[in-house]
């Protein structure tokens, strides 16, 4: 287990260092994919249980060990979210680069701010 924390935080720390260190913006928004989905696995990490029973309500009551929903909801909405976010930043990628020759954000920057 903890050789797979550390990988996940590698992952982590991976996406983010691209954010803060690659110039280009498709890798920009490459990096913040990697990053979401290192933060993700983490919290599946932590929130995984031992259970793999559906929790659903039978007139026998066994002692059996359930799968907690509440994880797997919020896990869903969180890569649909992302997913949603990503498309947005692509646009406005797309919409950059028509008036611009390059993704590179310095050029960008230099050229808005003239």
Known sequence: ????????????????????????????ILSMDVMSTGVIACYVLIAARGGLFTPIVEDTERNLNYADPVPQAVILTAIVIGFSIQALMLVGVM???RDNPTLESREIEKTYSQ
Not at 11 to 27: A, P
């Open 95 to 97: 919409k950059l680069s």
């Open 1 to 28: 287990m903890p050789i797979l924390q550390a990988l996940i935080f590698a992952t982590v720390f991976c996406g983010f260092f691209g954010i803060i260190f690659k110039q280009n913006l498709m890798l920009k």
